[in-house]
C-alpha cells in the first residue's frame, strides 16, 4: 500500500490466492498471477484506463498488463444456458 492508501497490486499477499483456492467451484490452480488478473480485469471492467492499470501493476509497458485482461474471457449469460447440463 503506498502513502495515500492505494493497493499496489504487486504487493497483493499470496495468501490470499490461497483462500481463493479454497472455493469450492475452482478447480485449477490459483496464484498471484490469478488474483492480478482478477484486479487488473476488474479495474478495467468498472472504466479504469489501461494507463492506470499498468502503473497499479507495476508493469514497465503497457502491453505486459494487457496479458491480465481477461474481459474478453467470459460469455453472456443465455450462452451459458446452451451447455444444457
Known amino acids: 500500500m503506498t ?42 471492467k468498472n472504466n479504469g484506463s489501461l494507463a492506470e492499470a499498468r502503473r497499479m501493476g507495476n508493469h514497465a509497458d503497457t502491453r505486459t498488463t494487457q496479458l491480465y485482461d481477461r474481459r474478453e474471457d467470459t460469455a453472456p449469460l443465455d450462452e451459458h444456458g446452451k451447455v444444457g447440463i
Not at 502513502?3 to 497483493?12: D, H, K, T
Not at 490461497?18 to 478447480?27: C, Q, R, T
Request: no cysteine; glycine share 12%; net charge positive.
Open 3 to 44: 502513502a495515500s492508501g492505494e493497493i499496489i497490486l504487486a504487493q497483493v499477499p499470496l495468501s490470499v490466492a490461497g483462500l481463493a483456492a479454497e472455493a469450492p467451484a475452482l478447480f485449477r490452480r490459483v496464484g498471484n498471477h490469478t488474483m492480478r488478473a482478477t484486479g487488473i480485469t476488474g479495474y478495467l
